[in-house]
């Protein structure tokens, strides 16, 4: 985690699972058995065992030829509460593995215990039960679902083109990937200006293929021409060690030209929403450079 906020990840996404003890251990995977050297599964482990585990264990980088960190890591699984404790000035995504409602209400009491860490807890996203139990909870915090995101995209492809701003959109954060970005009334800029004004962060995702769980990122420097120019957004990618680098010197490719907009469509509006369309139409002068969300890889 540290590693990518000197790369220049702005904020950390991280995974946590509830266990038996009441800890939120902090780890990629749903079992054990791939990156430690114990087995099981991991919300299923208290955290005194977790604790003995070797969470370098498992890491290959040549298809198990080597595993270069075996040994390094015994008695590293942190605590979410660990982390928030060595990261005062750092933010975080949460990803809740499971569907459990206690896991969210977990994460409530831990907040209300510790106010101090309100501030390092950007966001939560994950199952619906306890991602939906946090943001009911916690005032001003936002995260999302697969439900919100689907919902709040289907409402604003039926409203967005007027620029209204749907109730789904409002006070959230919505993914959006990048080779579905060309559908979204208004993209990048007026978008972005549009749910800024809603409270509600835009992340950018790498392209979405079948089978795709919503964490393709960004992750090479050739990706990064799926950026848009002085986007105003964060942007996912699960190699901040790569694009951390290229960023600070430099390398950014062209950005690649955008698709050519639908045919508008003819209608009737009042004059107050064609003024407001208009005004929203000029781009500033400067717009803000994307933030940077890194996801280390697990199995």
Sequence with gaps: MQASFDAGAAIVELDVHLTPDGEFAVFHDWTL?????????TEDTPMPTLRTLDVGYGYTADNGATYPLRGKGLGMMPTLGEVFAANPDQKFLVNFKSNRA?????????IAAHPEWRGQLWGVYGGDAPTNTTLNAVPDLTGYTRDSLMTCARDYMLLGWTGIVPDACRNTTVAVPANYAWMVWGWPHKFTRRMEAANTNVILLGAMENGDIGS??????TDLKQVPEGFGGYVWTNRIELLGPALAAGQQPEPAPPPAPPEPVEVEEPAAELASASAEDAEPEDQPEGHYIGDPDGC
Excluded: F, K, N, P
């Design 216 to 221: 393709s990122g960004i992750d090479s420097v």
């Design 33 to 41: 058995d791939c990156r430690t050297d114990g087995q099981g599964v």
């Design 102 to 110: 206690d896991e969210g209400q977990a994460l409530v009491d831990l």
